[in-house]
């Protein structure tokens, strides 16, 4: 098997997503660590402009967005199962959910005062400043907006108790057997739980902390470190993979060969532009040419992603 590289750094939520469903999945990985903020010297190149954290290298193909690299988890290591057979539907919609909708709040809820200070204690204060702009233009142009924190803590008792009552019954897991939407919901409550400002809002909840602890207890897999410049060896080094013949007609008319541009439409809108060479209901895969990664295919999941022709 190809190895699996994780671009990532070890403060991001969705990173530990990624991390954890490797550890579930048994998986070795070589992790290598990226700049929490742009610029990304050496993720660029791989992506072709794309900047959320994570990103799944294989070979010289490049997965974005952890809905994407769980469905590609379970293409490299089929059993134990993220989208357990007969509650794909309803893991995929509840993860979906947890990483618009809760992921909404808890920015909100992180990013307070309060919390910001605590979690901001190390940085200088150009550091803080930089950082804190950063993230304004990742969260520009795009439709997601940020949740006032007054909405955010009236909403938050009604998800947190919906999910206290259903593990109240005594399952172990949210949906029978641990799935996609475990990983997802977990994420969040490692963001949250992070500070003694934010913790409360999960350590209220027993039978959730006792949910989260059980996740955790999946762990991380087995990394290995790996440069940036290493992996982008790696890529210029391999040949993209083929894709399976299928009868799917693209609802926008986009067909292989197009010349395109592919975006995210919640925040970090940037495109990413080449030669569209796969569609299915899930994904779409563009391919690109750069001098320092060679031939890059960067897949991306169909929900939450925009196309268009150059």
Known sequence: MTALILHH???????????????????????????????????????????????????????????????QLDKVQPTPALFPAGKEAVVAAFAGWVDSVVFQH????????????????RFTEEQRNAFLADRAKLFSGGAASRLPIEIARHQWPVIMGRVEQQLSAGGEFLFGV??????????????????????PLIEGYPNVMAWFKRVQAFGQGTPTELSSGEALEKAKAATPAGFPEIDFVDPSGFKAGDQVVVSATDYGVDGVAGELVYTDHEEIVVRREDDRAGTVQVHFPRMGFAIKAV
Not at 106 to 121: D, K, L, M, T, W
Not at 179 to 197: G, N, R
Request: aromatic letters at 12%; a positive charge; hydrophobic letters at 45%.
């Open 178 to 199: 641990p799935s996609h939407a475990d990983f997802s919901l977990a994420h969040i409550c490692w963001f949250l739980l992070a500070t003694p400002v934010t913790s």
């Open 9 to 71: 750094y070890p403060t991001s939520p969705f990173a530990e997503k990624a991390r954890l469903m490797l550890g579930f999945k048994g998986l070795a990985w070589h992790s290598v660590n990226i700049p929490p903020m742009m610029p990304k010297p050496d993720l660029m190149p791989l992506t072709g402009g794309y900047r959320k954290t994570p990103v799944l290298q294989i070979g010289a193909d490049v997965y974005c967005d952890t809905a994407l690299i769980a469905r």
């Open 106 to 121: 808890a920015v909100s809820f992180v990013f307070q005062p309060e919390s910001a200070a605590v979690r901001f204690s």
